[in-house]
């Protein structure tokens, strides 16, 4: 066993920091949390039975987990704001996710994905790839080289999209078939989950085999819903006789319980609140990605208040940058922005503690117990050495300061079930 020796933070409950200045999180051979102490002497076990890892002095903190980010499009982040969603995916996603039919192309990118988001300390991600199937087993393969454990869904779409990305119905459905055969066989730790790209984008026959085929072999989904006004009405005109968005995916077996992403949710109707938990889906809040493409806020109080799950996403390159530090103030953000519309009592902004839990445990919690340092749970961590500082701070503060102010110069060491991760590829 090994004991990490650090001011360690983390937040098992959304409502506090749990903080072990000097303290000590010790990890079993199998990689999971066996217990947190303050002290060596108030270790479960025998000092001879461990050994001592001292990062005295830096933070210790659960890895980030990003429930929502598109691969292909980060040579994309920055690019065509001034554009919302659906002339944006005209102009310039599309035709960048074009690009991932040149396999040397594909992988030159991927590799440099993989690494930023090993970077920023994003250590569990789901991710988009493109309609391609060689090029995203590529990137499932190099994730798998990486030690990174994301799950990544080739894109599914055959309708309403442009000549050059666009597939067949059948050949959609049998490359996905492949794909999820031959990751299992070659991407243990990289999982699939399939990807219906949104519902303008695929026709009911498509998005009723990709239901069919995550039933088939118990996979998970992601998907967008409700993001911008315009898709909204765009769903209503593709579905008149299905009352709302959210219930066009249910409609097609595309909302497996406890095993669904729904990215967005900006404008979602109480009646799709009702569905989306009683699915146990969970709602990726992607706050910068809502302000770039001007898609709107979501009311994040008022879904938590409901008992939705809401994790903080990404989205690049819908959002110009990965680093969930800055999502987790974006979030709070753009929380406080509501609460000038919407009244301090009906939508209480975020607090950071809050914040912290939906870019740690609430997206970990998708990949089983993952995102905390309770007992069981898998020891992804980040070992944080920051600036110093003429204040005297908290370890809460030091931290609050990396999140606010920090990037990946910080971060010193990431971990992933117990595993010191390197860096993956050198470019
Ligand atoms: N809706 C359909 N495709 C996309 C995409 O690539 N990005 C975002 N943000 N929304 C989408
Ligand atoms: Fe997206």
Redesign the pocket.
């Known amino acids: 066993m090994i004991a990490y020796k650090g001011d360690v933070l983390y937040t098992p409950t959304p409502d506090h920091f749990e903080v072990m200045e000097d303290g000590y999180v010790l990890v079993g051979d199998d990689g999971k949390v066996v217990a947190t102490a303050g002290s060596l002497s108030a270790l479960p076990v025998k000092e001879s039975e461990f050994t001592v890892i001292d990062r005295s002095g830096s933070l210790i903190i659960p890895g980030f987990n990003d429930l929502h980010i598109?691969a292909p499009?980060y040579p994309l982040a920055g690019l065509g704001f001034d554009y919302e969603?659906l002339p944006w995916?005209e102009k310039y996603?599309f035709k960048a996710e074009a690009k991932y039919a040149d396999i040397d192309m594909a992988d030159h990118w991927y590799r440099r994905f993989v690494t930023k988001l090993w970077q920023v300390g994003t250590l569990r991600f789901s991710a988009?790839a493109t309609l391609h199937n060689e090029a995203t087993l590529r990137l499932m393969q190099l994730c798998q080289e990486s030690g990174l454990k994301p799950v990544i869904g080739k894109v599914n779409m055959d309708r309403n999209s442009p000549d050059y990305l666009v597939e067949d119905t059948d050949a959609s459905l049998a490359g996905t078939e492949r794909l999820i055969q031959q990751s299992r066989k070659l991407t243990p730790d990289v999982g699939f989950i399939i990807t219906p790209?949104?519902v303008p984008?695929t026709t009911p026959e498509l998005m009723e085999g990709l239901g069919e085929l995550a039933q088939r072999y118990g996979l998970p989904v992601q998907s967008?819903l409700d993001?911008n006004r315009n898709?909204i009405a765009w769903v209503h005109e593709l579905h008149p006789d299905i009352p709302t968005y959210t219930e066009v995916y249910e409609h097609y077996g595309l909302m497996p319980f406890d095993r669904t992403i729904m990215?967005?949710c900006v404008w979602l109707t109480d009646r799709e609140r009702a569905i989306l938990k009683d699915h146990g889906v969970w709602l990726t809040h992607?706050a910068q990605?809502n302000m770039d493409?001007t898609s709107g806020i979501m009311p994040v109080r008022r879904n938590l208040d409901y008992g939705l799950k809401v994790s903080i996403a990404s989205?690049v390159a819908?959002s110009h940058e990965p680093d969930m530090n800055r999502h987790i103030v974006m979030a709070i953000e753009a929380s406080k922005a509501k609460t000038f519309e919407a009244g301090h009592e009906h939508d209480r902004p975020l607090r950071l503690p809050e914040a912290f839990h939906m870019a740690t445990k609430a997206g970990g919690s998708f990949f089983g117990k993952v995102g905390s340092f309770e007992p069981g749970y898998d020891f992804d961590a980040l070992v944080i050495t920051e600036d110093e500082s003429p204040l005297d701070l908290s370890p809460e503060e030091r931290l609050e300061r990396f999140i606010y102010t920090g990037d990946d110069r910080g971060i010193a060491e990431r971990y992933i079930s117990g595993r010191l991760i390197p860096k993956p590829f050198q470019q």
Do not use: K, M, N, V
């Open positions: 598109h499009q969603l995916l996603t988009f790209r949104f984008s967008h993001e898709e990215a967005h992607c990605s493409l989205d819908g």
